[in-house]
């Protein structure tokens, strides 16, 4: 792209301000520009910002732990079957930093060892390595990284021979960002020559696999299952054969593991029925009449909450990428450039990032099986370096759970 093509598309979307500094730059930098440019899809700041409204909410029925143990062997043979058969791939989300942790580092990187180096990288590459070495294959594993952090992650793998897992089976791909803009939908500037993009939200992995080729991998080899899971969760099963067979049996198109909530007001989002196909509403949505409702066992009607690990048949994904999935607009604060071309580092909201969500591919989908798993034994989530949901509290549960620190 050069400089008309992209005053002209800038135009078009009413975003020429982004070229008020390029008769400064260097030769490099007006072409890391007008690459970006080029790139960006500047449609998302005209999104309609009624998107969050929801639909009618109601309770998902869900497959607990009772009835789970006593078709184990039944689950667990299918599954298994389905991951020697190569039909199986996993997608880890880890385009996270590590900064609440107090790192500048990728997150996985993080160290939560006590007596010896253990990185989370490693443990999730352990837990995968658990369900490999028993089928006697390995799995497709995708791993999502961003612009921040992918060059660090993919050197980090080859450092550490890839923690023991065969390289040919890992394949690294970027997360698409989004632009960020300011309350009138303009652009801003994080530098004079790059654009204030965000990585566009967890609903992106699958549109970004296919923009970097992964699909091509996926279809080569008759992958029919990906597992979603998320970087800071260090005891998740990943590629659960029980999970697999009773998703695969109960003759649904995506599965959904869930723990029991500690608490009601426990901060996580729990599955639901909107409008009579399976969702995510947040805890903060919860009204009170939702929190205080039961079912049929005089149980929390919404007491299953998601620990964002999923399982997709790779038939329905294409579909849903096809269909645009909404955006969501989140109130930000966002660093960026003012008009003199001077950094601010805001302290408080300027603008909004767009981003869409895995519970919108989820809600696209006809059936849902809602899983549950013991959360001691699969639920250690790392966001905070110390008190609830921390790296202390991960290391008990590790500890717990035989794992040598």
């Given amino acids: 792209m050069n400089y008309n093509e992209a005053y002209e598309k800038l135009s ?28 960006t899809d500047f449609s998302v700041v ?3 910002r009624n998107v969050d409204e929801r639909g009618l909410i109601e309770p998902i029925t869900v497959m607990e732990i009772s009835e ?16 020697r058969s190569g039909h199986v791939g996993a997608v880890l989300l880890a385009g996270g930093m590590g900064t609440r942790l107090g790192s500048d580092a990728p997150k996985g990187m993080f160290n939560i060892g006590i007596t010896k180096e253990v990185f989370i990288f490693e443990r999730l590459i ?7 070495d028993l089928a006697g294959n390995y799995i497709h594993l995708f791993i999502m990284t961003s612009d921040k952090n992918h060059e660090a992650t993919t050197e980090f793998f080859a450092e550490k021979n890839y923690f023991g897992y065969d390289p040919d089976y890992i394949h690294f791909f970027m997360q698409e960002m989004a632009p960020a803009a300011d309350y009138s939908g303009n652009v801003y500037l994080e530098e004079k020559w790059k654009l204030s993009t965000s990585p566009n939200g967890n609903g992106g992995w699958y549109s970004s696999m296919a923009k970097w080729g992964m699909l091509d991998i996926v279809r080569t080899n008759n992958i029919l299952w990906l597992n979603v ?9 990943i590629a659960d ?5 009773a998703t695969k049996l109960g003759n649904c198109v995506v599965g959904s593991k869930v723990i029991k909530k500690a608490a009601p007001d426990e901060r996580v989002g729990v599955m639901c029925l909107e409008d009579g196909r399976p969702s995510i509403v947040e805890y903060y949505e919860l009204t009170d009449e939702m929190r205080n ?14 620990i964002l690990n999923y399982l997709f048949h790779t038939n329905e994904l294409d579909a849903i990428v096809g269909n645009s999935l909404p955006l969501h607009i989140v109130e930000k604060k966002i660093p960026c450039l003012d008009e003199n071309g001077e950094h601010i580092n805001p302290e408080k909201p300027n603008g909004f990032k767009y981003e869409t969500l895995i519970l919108d591919m989820i809600h696209m989908l006809d059936g849902c099986m809602v899983f549950e798993v013991e959360r001691k034994r699969e639920f250690a989530p790392i966001k905070n370096r110390t008190g609830v949901d921390s790296v202390d509290s991960a290391r008990e549960l590790l500890k717990m759970n035989g794992v040598e620190l």
């Fill in 12 to 39: 078009f979307y009413g975003q020429t301000h982004l070229l008020k500094f390029y008769d400064e730059l260097s030769a490099d930098e007006r072409t890391a520009l007008l690459e970006q440019i080029e790139q």
């Fill in 126 to 132: 352990r837990n995968l390595m658990d369900v490999t």
């Fill in 293 to 306: 409702a039961v079912n049929e066992k005089g149980e929390p009607a919404y007491n299953f909450g998601v």
């Fill in 46 to 48: 005209k999104t309609d």
């Fill in 229 to 237: 899971f998320a970087v800071d969760n260090v005891l998740q099963r």
């Fill in 241 to 245: 054969p029980v999970f697999i067979g």
């Fill in 68 to 83: 789970i143990e006593s078709r184990h062997d039944e689950f667990f043979a299918v599954g298994l079957d389905e991951i």
